[in-house]
Every structure is written in structure tokens, then in C-alpha cells.
């Protein structure tokens, strides 16, 4: 048989390439096809891998039986670029509001080529630099969230708690020709924040049988509804209402006045320590009367002499 010679041929790393020869045999006897490595014996195929870069000579021999004809063919296997690795330890990663956390990105490239890392999605309030991430996010993180429910601020709360946001970032490895894309997820566990006292009356002193206001101004940062429970003292009971109280002291002494305010999972309070006196009786002092006094007069008797001359 004779083999007709194959022209050179070009494949990139990781391609599959297949050796299709053209024979003849004059005396139209059926004949085969053989290959030396890397190809299949039979078939011809190859499957190119990372690192075969270079020129290699495969061998096709064609055969009668009993006759054969060799011939080589030259294979050149281009390089073909690697995409770089991101590594991070953990990609799904769960903190509370107001938490710092990290989160260290590297990178390597089975070709040795130099890796820039990025960000694409850079949260507000957060850095990337330097591969690593470092955010805190902030109490304002997850909307909507139901009024009052969690208090905790540790692991059970991101355990437990159903009201979350999630943030996914996107880091970015390039070598300049391929880049890897590694999405990192972020839930963000709602952290109630407890009310806060902003102001208060300044009440230190009082009168029996006279009313006191007692007011305090209350926000908070959750917007959750506030509830305001007002205590007198052992055995003088509790009110609930509104920020302000008017209380009537009917005896003296020193009195404690507590307000506590709640957002139905934590709270605050305010105490006033009022020394109540007693009640001041103005009294009139009439001025008294001073009358003149009148002498009588006593009689008197004039005399009276002639002198005769």
C-alpha cells in the first residue's frame, strides 16, 4: 500500500486532534491504519493537555497485512493560557449588623503568569486591598425587618434569626488574557438596636399635694414602636403611657419615679430621685392697730389779787 504524506499540523493545548491519512493499495487489497503515541493505536485521536505545549512526530503506518508504508507527520501543540485560581477559605459567609468581619482573597496561576485580584461589587463602607476584605455593615443592612424580634448579638442570633439581606461579591482573578470569577455569598443577620433616652426632665425637688411633670424624650434606630411603663415605688403600682406623667406627691420624703422604655425585645430606663417637702401654708400677719392715747387735761384755778393803793 502506499500512504500519502500528511502536511504539518497545529493544534493548542487541550484540543483533540485526529490524524486522518489517505492511502491506496494497488492490488485493492483492504488495509489498516496504525499510529505511534501520543495518539491511539487505532484510531488516531489525541486529546491535548496543559503542558503538552511543543512539536511532536507521530508515526502512520499503513498496512496490507503483509506489506506496510510508514510515514511521519509533525504535530506542533500551541500553548494555550491557564485561567488563574482564586483562593478563599469560605464563600459562604454569615455575620450580624454592626460586625466586622474579613475576608482574605489569593490567587495563583498554573502558568506562573502575574494575577491582579478585584472587586466589583464594593459594598459601601467597606476596602479591598491588598487581598482583603474588610467590612462592617451597619445597622441599616437589612430592611424590613420584624419590630423587636432578636436582642442577641452573637451566634444565636445568626442561628436563629430569619431576618437577613444578602449581599454577593464578586472577585475577580486576571492574568491579563483569562479571568476567574469567584462569587462570595454575605448574609447579613438584623441586630436590634435597643432604644435610646435623649433627653429628660431635671426634677429634683417637689411639694406635697403639688403636681410634677416628669417627661423624657426616646428614639429608635430601628424605628420600632415604643412602649413607656412608669413605676412609683414598692407598693405604689405601675402606669403605662405615654413619654410624659404628671404625679401628685401627698406626703413627704424622698420619692423614686422610674420610667422604663421598651421596643418589645430590649429597653432602657430613667430614674429621678425627688425629695418632696412639705406644703407651704402662706400665713397673714395682720399688723396691729395702735390707738393715740388722750391725756385728759386736769382743771386748774386762776387766782386773782387787788392791790389797793
Same mark, same amino acid.
Given at each position: 500500500?502506499?500512504?500519502?504524506?500528511?502536511?504539518?499540523?497545529? @493544534?493548542? $493545548?487541550?484540543?483533540?486532534?485526529?490524524?486522518?491519512?489517505? *492511502?491506496? %493499495? !494497488? +492490488?485493492? #487489497?483492504?488495509?489498516?491504519?496504525?499510529?505511534?503515541?501520543?495518539?491511539?493505536?487505532?484510531?488516531?485521536?489525541?486529546?491535548?493537555?496543559?503542558?503538552?505545549?511543543?512539536?511532536?512526530?507521530?508515526?502512520?503506518?499503513?498496512?496490507?497485512?503483509?506489506?506496510?508504508?510508514?510515514?511521519?507527520?509533525?504535530?506542533?501543540?500551541?500553548?494555550?493560557?491557564?485561567?488563574?485560581?482564586?483562593?478563599?477559605?469560605?464563600?459562604?459567609?454569615? @455575620?450580624? $449588623?454592626?460586625?466586622?468581619?474579613?475576608?482574605?482573597?489569593? *490567587?495563583? %496561576? !498554573? +502558568?506562573? #503568569?502575574?494575577?491582579?485580584?478585584?472587586?466589583?461589587?464594593?459594598?459601601?463602607?467597606?476596602?479591598?486591598?491588598?487581598?482583603?476584605?474588610?467590612?462592617?455593615?451597619?445597622?441599616?443592612?437589612?430592611?424590613?425587618?420584624?419590630?423587636?424580634?432578636?436582642?442577641?448579638?452573637?451566634?444565636?442570633?445568626?442561628?436563629?434569626?430569619?431576618?437577613?439581606?444578602?449581599?454577593?461579591?464578586?472577585?475577580?482573578?486576571?492574568?491579563?488574557?483569562?479571568?476567574?470569577?469567584?462569587?462570595?455569598?454575605?448574609?447579613?443577620?438584623?441586630?436590634?438596636? !435597643?432604644?435610646?433616652?435623649?433627653?429628660?426632665?431635671?426634677?429634683?425637688?417637689?411639694?406635697?399635694?403639688?403636681?410634677?411633670?416628669?417627661?423624657?424624650?426616646?428614639?429608635?434606630?430601628?424605628?420600632?414602636?415604643?412602649?413607656?411603663?412608669?413605676?412609683?415605688?414598692?407598693?405604689?403600682?405601675?402606669?403605662?403611657?405615654?413619654?410624659?406623667?404628671?404625679?401628685?406627691?401627698?406626703?413627704?420624703?424622698?420619692?423614686?419615679?422610674?420610667?422604663?422604655?421598651?421596643?418589645?425585645?430590649?429597653?432602657?430606663?430613667?430614674?429621678?430621685?425627688?425629695?418632696?417637702?412639705?406644703?407651704?401654708?402662706?400665713?397673714?400677719?395682720?399688723?396691729?392697730?395702735?390707738?393715740?392715747?388722750?391725756?385728759?387735761?386736769?382743771?386748774?384755778?386762776?387766782?386773782?389779787?387787788?392791790?389797793?393803793?
Amino acid at each position: 500500500p502506499v500512504l500519502e504524506l500528511l502536511g504539518n499540523i497545529t @493544534v493548542k $493545548e487541550t484540543e483533540t486532534m485526529t490524524l486522518h491519512p489517505t *492511502a491506496y %493499495d !494497488p +492490488d485493492g #487489497d483492504i488495509i489498516r491504519y496504525y499510529y505511534t503515541t501520543p495518539t491511539g493505536r487505532r484510531d488516531g485521536m489525541w486529546k491535548t493537555d496543559y503542558d503538552d505545549e511543543g512539536k511532536t512526530t507521530i508515526y502512520i503506518t499503513v498496512t496490507d497485512g503483509s506489506l506496510s508504508d510508514t510515514k511521519p507527520v509533525l504535530v506542533n501543540v500551541a500553548k494555550s493560557n491557564r485561567p488563574p485560581v482564586l483562593d478563599i477559605a469560605d464563600d459562604d459567609v454569615v @455575620v450580624n $449588623e454592626n460586625q466586622q468581619f474579613l475576608i482574605r482573597v489569593g *490567587a495563583k %496561576d !498554573p +502558568d506562573m #503568569d502575574l494575577v491582579k485580584i478585584r472587586l466589583d461589587n464594593l459594598p459601601p463602607g467597606a476596602s479591598f486591598a491588598e487581598g482583603v476584605f474588610l467590612w462592617e455593615p451597619s445597622f441599616s443592612a437589612v430592611q424590613n425587618a420584624t419590630p423587636g424580634l432578636f436582642s442577641s448579638k452573637g451566634f444565636l442570633n445568626k442561628k436563629l434569626n430569619k431576618d437577613d439581606a444578602v449581599v454577593w461579591l464578586r472577585f475577580v482573578g486576571s492574568d491579563g488574557e483569562a479571568e476567574t470569577v469567584h462569587p462570595v455569598k454575605v448574609t447579613i443577620k438584623n441586630v436590634n438596636q !435597643p432604644p435610646e433616652i435623649i433627653m429628660a426632665s431635671d426634677v429634683k425637688t417637689a411639694l406635697v399635694n403639688q403636681p410634677v411633670l416628669f417627661s423624657i424624650d426616646a428614639i429608635d434606630g430601628d424605628n420600632d414602636a415604643l412602649t413607656y411603663t412608669w413605676s412609683f415605688g414598692l407598693g405604689e403600682g405601675t402606669a403605662q403611657g405615654s413619654p410624659q406623667l404628671e404625679r401628685t406627691f401627698v406626703t413627704p420624703g424622698e420619692k423614686n419615679v422610674r420610667v422604663i422604655v421598651s421596643d418589645g425585645a430590649e429597653s432602657v430606663e430613667k430614674e429621678w430621685r425627688v425629695v418632696v417637702g412639705e406644703e407651704v401654708v402662706e400665713q397673714v400677719v395682720e399688723e396691729p392697730v395702735y390707738e393715740e392715747e388722750v391725756i385728759p387735761e386736769e382743771p386748774f384755778t386762776i387766782g386773782v389779787y387787788v392791790i389797793k393803793g
